[in-house]
């Protein structure tokens, strides 16, 4: 079964259950990531924030404040299910929409053995596919360049700001920070282009730790 089984295009609008798309992702997610994947009801808001973009949905992210236009950008508490929710959502996007994960942590350490042309590789828009989720925007750990201290990941967001701009090339973020957080790390260059790049998406600050 596929998600487009379940949601009815009818003059280009999506009609769909909700319940239904709930259901499916469960079923979904226990085949990714076994039986005990389950959505918590408390988190049926950022679901269904998340599938009225996946299917375009015009009038619900409307409500949301969200556009189909830009990426996502999800934050929450430690292990409230990002990543797991990303590497779904993954599973469920038109072609067209693709994207890999890719966590930062991974990308400062590529940066430690390459140097500057990681910067460069993750700012091209030849690769394939296009779209990037970040994983884990903000735990990556502080980078210097001959002596020089520099935001690795920082620049990367600058990079793909232009390349959304230019291109409409889409990047995602799973973080634990939140907007203020992130202009700590970042600095206010990258604040000031989240919303315009992202659909900011939040879990309730109290969501539980999936992992206990
Ligand atoms: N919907 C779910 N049902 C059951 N278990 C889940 C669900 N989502 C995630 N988990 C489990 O909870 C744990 C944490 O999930 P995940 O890594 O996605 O969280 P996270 O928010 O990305 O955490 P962190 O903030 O540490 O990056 C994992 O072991 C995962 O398998
Ligand atoms: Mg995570």
Redesign the pocket.
Same mark, same amino acid.
């Given at each position: 079964m596929n998600l487009s089984d379940i949601i009815n295009y009818t003059d280009g609008i999506p009609h769909y259950d909700l319940k239904n798309i709930i259901q499916y992702l469960e079923y979904k997610?226990k085949h990714k990531?076994g039986a005990?994947?389950?959505?918590s009801p408390h988190d049926y808001e950022i679901i269904f924030q998340i599938i009225s973009w996946i299917v375009n949905d015009q009038k619900a992210c409307e409500k949301y404040g969200m556009s189909y236009r830009k990426g996502i950008l999800l934050s929450?508490p430690?292990?409230?299910?990002? @990543?797991?929710?990303m590497k779904l959502v993954a599973t469920l996007v038109p072609k067209n929409r693709a994207y890999i994960m890719k966590p930062t942590r991974e990308i400062t350490m590529e940066f430690s053995k390459r140097g500057y042309d990681i910067v460069n590789q993750y700012s091209r828009s030849v690769r394939s596919p296009k779209a990037i989720c970040f994983d884990?925007l903000g735990v990556e750990p502080p980078m210097r360049y001959f002596g020089d201290r520099i935001n690795v990941i920082g620049e990367i967001l600058l990079s793909r700001y232009d390349l959304f701009i230019s291109k409409q090339i889409l990047t995602h973020a @799973?973080t634990?920070l939140n907007t203020q957080e992130i202009e700590i790390r970042y600095g206010s260059r990258v604040r000031s282009r989240l919303r315009e790049m992202f659909n900011l998406i939040s879990f309730s600050p109290d969501a539980e730790d999936?992992?206990r």
């Amino acid at each position: 079964m596929n998600l487009s089984d379940i949601i009815n295009y009818t003059d280009g609008i999506p009609h769909y259950d909700l319940k239904n798309i709930i259901q499916y992702l469960e079923y979904k997610g226990k085949h990714k990531f076994g039986a005990h994947f389950r959505i918590s009801p408390h988190d049926y808001e950022i679901i269904f924030q998340i599938i009225s973009w996946i299917v375009n949905d015009q009038k619900a992210c409307e409500k949301y404040g969200m556009s189909y236009r830009k990426g996502i950008l999800l934050s929450g508490p430690v292990g409230c299910g990002k @990543t797991s929710l990303m590497k779904l959502v993954a599973t469920l996007v038109p072609k067209n929409r693709a994207y890999i994960m890719k966590p930062t942590r991974e990308i400062t350490m590529e940066f430690s053995k390459r140097g500057y042309d990681i910067v460069n590789q993750y700012s091209r828009s030849v690769r394939s596919p296009k779209a990037i989720c970040f994983d884990d925007l903000g735990v990556e750990p502080p980078m210097r360049y001959f002596g020089d201290r520099i935001n690795v990941i920082g620049e990367i967001l600058l990079s793909r700001y232009d390349l959304f701009i230019s291109k409409q090339i889409l990047t995602h973020a @799973t973080t634990n920070l939140n907007t203020q957080e992130i202009e700590i790390r970042y600095g206010s260059r990258v604040r000031s282009r989240l919303r315009e790049m992202f659909n900011l998406i939040s879990f309730s600050p109290d969501a539980e730790d999936k992992r206990r």
